[in-house]
């Protein structure tokens, strides 16, 4: 463990420059002292690292010095070569640059390690895409990720689900999340960030002006809290009802979010087996036709008006059966 977190030191310092000790050891989860004792141990075993002191300073390698310790293990080179999966490599334009990348890599691996590198392709296919739904248009995903990359403004029409017009955006882009197969672009529009997708985006163009990203946007730390406030803001109502066994063992198919809110609420079954509990949804028009889903292994308890239109769509089905 210690001669891992010291190479990891090593190539980390190799890689980003000056590092704090209290940088150093949030990321290995470590106290401060323990990273003073492996920067000791560094330089007694002759790596040339130094400190400079004060708010701003930290530990750095000397100027020039470069590790020969790069060699790759076997899982390493296996986890490399399943993160190189081509799907969303070929949306972002990075199909032949990922293959030319992964045929260096592969020759700079030990003749040992080749042959299971080499299985990963053969092994193992990502497709990104859920069922019975194609892949969305990308009209304009390469050139958004180009305005990612570099860092500077992004001009472009987007249009919203529903709408027939686009709008023209100016935004400031943060970066790109594919999400269930479905590509997003993360933005600063003006002083809010924004969540777009990839799809509703035409004639993006990047511009020549800078984009000042700020310094501590986490993105993935933005999508966590924007995927469960979007989930939040979705079903903006619940329902009450009651399940049979059937009807709770298929209760995934209304999705994990309903299912986790079901499962909280979930009451003791009574002598049939039925289990009360509470879940979400969008609007009773939404909730109607998700609850149906269920068939008859639900019962809506309420709200009244859900009671009433669940009973009326289920009455208009029988009339139009028996006729």
Same mark, same amino acid.
């Given at each position: ?6 190479? @990891? ?10 590092? @704090? ?5 949030? &990321? ?15 330089? =007694? ?28 293990? &076997? @899982? ?16 972002? *334009? ?36 859920? +069922? ?20 500077? /403004? ?7 689900? *529903?709408?027939?017009? =686009? ?15 479905? +590509?997003?672009? #993360?933005? &600063? ?6 969540? /777009? ?6 004639? =993006? ?17 933005? +999508? ?13 109502? @619940? ?8 009807? +709770? ?11 986790? =809110? ?35 292994? #639900? ?21 139009? /059966?028996?006729?």
């Amino acid at each position: 463990m210690l001669a891992s977190r010291l190479l @990891s030191i090593l190539m980390l310092l190799q890689a980003r420059g000056r590092m @704090s000790a209290t940088e150093l050891a949030a &990321q290995f989860e470590v106290s401060v002292r323990t990273i003073y004792r492996d920067i000791d141990q560094l330089s =007694a075993a002759g790596v040339p690292v130094f400190a400079d002191r004060g708010r701003s300073g930290g530990f750095q390698l000397m100027d020039g010095y470069r590790t020969k310790l790069t060699g790759l293990t &076997q @899982s390493e080179a296996e986890a490399l070569f399943l993160a190189g999966l081509p799907g969303p490599a070929a949306e972002l *334009g990075l199909a032949e640059i990922l293959a030319t990348a992964q045929l260096k890599l592969m020759a700079a691996l030990p003749a040992t390690v080749q042959p299971q590198a080499d299985r990963i392709g053969a092994r193992f296919h990502l497709d990104p895409t859920a +069922w019975f739904r194609g892949s969305d248009p990308l009209p304009s995903l390469q050139v958004v990720a180009r305005a990612v990359w570099s860092g500077h /403004y992004l001009h472009l029409q987007y249009r919203r689900a *529903g709408e027939t017009d =686009a709008r023209a955006y100016k935004l400031g882009p943060l970066g790109l999340v594919l999400k269930g197969g479905v +590509w997003y672009l #993360v933005a &600063q529009n003006g002083k809010s960030v924004r969540t /777009y997708r990839a799809a509703n985006i035409y004639d =993006a163009q990047v511009s020549e002006e800078v984009f000042a990203r700020p310094p501590k946007f986490d993105l993935a730390g933005y +999508w966590g809290k924007a995927s469960k406030d979007y989930e939040a803001g979705v079903y903006r109502a @619940s329902a009450d009802v009651r399940l049979s066994q059937s009807g +709770w063992a298929r209760l995934d198919l209304l999705g994990p979010y309903v299912t986790e =809110a079901a499962v909280g609420t979930a009451g003791k079954p009574d002598r049939r087996g039925w289990v009360r509990c509470t879940v979400p949804i969008e609007s009773l028009d939404y909730g109607v036709r998700e609850l149906m889903r269920l068939g008859e292994d #639900v019962e809506v308890l309420g709200p009244p008006a859900l009671r009433v239109r669940m009973a009326a769509t289920l009455d208009a089905m029988s009339k139009r /059966y028996r006729a």
